[in-house]
């Protein structure tokens, strides 16, 4: 079983919106970190965005200004706000965590954000 579901991909024109959710798809775990990856048609997967349980948000310089992320890592819930969307954001987005105490991190199944005119 996936460990997080992600949901609110879909198709947009450049200049609109999107927002993405992730939640637990079982039992919730304590996580140290969650964010947002994506990866686009051959290219390796990158860091969009990613908060930590003490409040600390970071962005990758492609998205600051434009992507917001917010959530409650208590909860393993996670958002991503896209505004101003552009022909390269267009990739699969995952949702990300870092466990509390190691172990392998989990990852949603992904979801296609699409931008295009």
């Known amino acids: 079983q996936v460990p997080l579901v992600e949901s609110g991909g879909g198709y947009v024109q450049p200049g609109g919106s999107l927002r993405l959710s992730c939640a637990p798809s079982?039992?919730?775990?304590?996580?140290?970190?969650m964010g947002w990856f994506r990866q686009a048609p051959g290219k390796q997967r990158e860091l969009v965005a990613r908060?930590?349980?003490?409040?600390?948000?970071s962005y990758s310089l492609a998205v600051k200004g434009r992507f917001t992320i917010s959530g409650d890592i208590a909860k393993n819930m996670v958002y991503l706000q896209m505004d101003s969307l552009k022909p390269d954001d267009t990739a699969v987005y995952y949702c990300?965590?870092?466990?509390?105490?190691?172990?392998?991190?989990?990852w949603g199944q992904g979801t296609q954000v699409t931008v295009s005119s």
């Open positions: 079982g039992t919730i775990f304590s996580a140290v970190a």
């Open positions: 990300h965590a870092r466990r509390r105490g190691g172990g392998d991190d989990y």
């Open positions: 908060m930590t349980d003490t409040g600390v948000l």
